[in-house]
DNA sequence: TAATCAAATGCAACTTTGTTGCAAAATAAA
DNA sequence: TTTATTTTGCAACAAAGTTGCATTTGATTA
């Protein structure tokens, strides 16, 4: 098991339970963004739909994952950088989006630029989302 | 009545119904993006749900509508630009979504920069979405 | 190490959201 | 006005998400 894990969930002072080391573990594995769907359909019948929903939950409160917009009605939850804490997330980076495989990526080393809004609007995340081909698919 | 309502009907070829003047005039008349929710209730008990999904994604797919991405599991519609046509959307503006009242708005004049992705990722589409406190609520 | 307390889980029931097929109704074309 | 085509509403269903509560598990303390 990833070293990470144990430490990740202290440091976050959750204890550390079946479901919640098993889907940290998902995540660090795989290095993509994972959907609830997908979630379940890799941790087998293990875990109640309802013990998911509700660590994914928890997950994000702690700073732990974040969510990912998309415009296809399945948000998509990726892990935070270490910068990320409980209540405030600093997840301004590029993600991309297969259109072939599904494939979510958080492309941490490309930034968001700034952006010039209109006077009055104050941003307080800024959510760039890429979609297109992979370099697997293409 | 609003005058665009039934010219962009006729110009996508589309058979000028009851659900579909309203479902337009709403957009027309809010200037913000809506969800099927939103729609649901301001339209009454005017419509079927069905109804309502099938004109949504029609208007999409005409290039009437366009769709926002959204981390909240609701994605929202707005209206398109001139330029988008039947398959070919061109709605590379950024969108602001309000955390106090949940108005979502396209910030027409705002364009989305270029970004410079890592070699292999072919982009199709860049979606930014900016989320804080809009106008009216700061 | 065992007992105690607090937190997390699983289950059941439910609500909301989205989909599909088909008959009836409305629109467009002749 | 009649006919052909599209759209709608209904029903039934599938999928996604929520809530309350009893049980189990993990953390804490003696």
């Known amino acids: 098991m990833h070293p ?4 990740t969930l202290k440091r976050n002072q959750l204890s ?3 479901s919640r080391k098993k889907i940290l573990e998902l995540f660090l594995e795989r290095k993509a963004a994972l959907a609830h769907a997908d979630i379940e359909q890799h941790s087998g019948d293990e ?4 013990t998911i929903y509700r660590t994914l939950q928890t997950f994000v409160e702690k700073g732990i994952l974040h969510t990912i917009p998309s415009a296809d009605n399945a948000v998509r939850y990726a892990l935070c ?10 997840d301004n980076h590029v993600h991309f989006m297969c259109d072939v495989c599904g494939t979510t990526y958080c ?7 700034a952006v010039q809004l209109p006077k009055g609007y104050q941003v307080h995340q800024l959510d ?4 297109g081909t992979c ?3 293409k």
């Open 107 to 113: 492309l941490d080393h490309v930034t968001v630029p």
């Open 135 to 137: 370099i697997k698919c």
């Open 16 to 18: 550390v339970t079946d």
């Open 128 to 131: 760039l989302v890429a979609s």
């Open 4 to 7: 990470r894990i144990i430490d």
């Open 47 to 50: 875990f109640d739909r309802v």
């Open 81 to 90: 950088k270490d910068a990320c804490t409980e209540g405030h997330h600093h």
